[in-house]
């Protein structure tokens, strides 16, 4: 049996992300928490609706992010939970999605949120806000491909 991927179980996910957004790139990203926020979101207690990030000053910080506060806590759980955190790339990535975000309609959307290695890792999407016209163009190709599943499905039953 395969060795399970590090995706299949995020611990915070962006589900809007893909219907809001043409995702054309994407890049996993570093954390920098502090103290107890590992521990809440390692036991699923942050959400990404909402979350964007942004370059500033040759680093990308990830905004509206909120991690709850660690029950068991001590002293050092941060007091905002919606806080500003730094994302961990390379200069060559940064300066890249830099110029690409430069472009009209285009943004960072956090993905995904996972534990690596023992570290927090962000999956950051590149990408072009939808219309509505494209969401519900969308939405038509997703009914249309369930649509043919079902009835595959229905015919390997017979």
Do not use: W
């Not at 390692?42 to 964007?52: E, I, K, Q, V």
């Not at 050092?76 to 009209?104: F, M, V, Y």
């Not at 009914?143 to 229905?154: F, G, P, T, Y």
């Amino acid at each position: 049996m395969g060795k399970k991927s590090q995706y299949d179980k995020p611990l915070a996910q962006n589900k809007k992300a893909s219907h809001d957004y043409f995702i054309e790139d994407t890049y996993e990203a570093g954390m920098v928490l502090t103290g107890t926020e590992i521990k809440s979101l390692r036991t699923g207690r942050a959400n990404l609706n909402d979350s964007f990030a942004t370059i500033r000053n040759g680093e990308i910080f990830l905004h509206n992010m909120h991690i709850s506060p660690f029950e068991q806590g001590n002293r050092h759980n941060p007091s905002d939970p919606t806080r500003a955190r730094k994302l961990l790339l390379h200069k060559e990535q940064i300066h890249k999605l830099l110029g690409l975000t430069k472009r009209d309609g285009y943004t960072l959307v956090p993905l995904k949120v996972y534990v690596r290695n023992g570290y927090a890792k962000c999956l950051i999407g590149f990408g072009k806000g939808k219309k509505l016209y494209d969401k519900r163009e969308s939405d038509a190709k997703r009914d249309a491909q369930r649509d043919i599943q079902r009835i595959l499905r229905e015919k390997q039953k017979v």
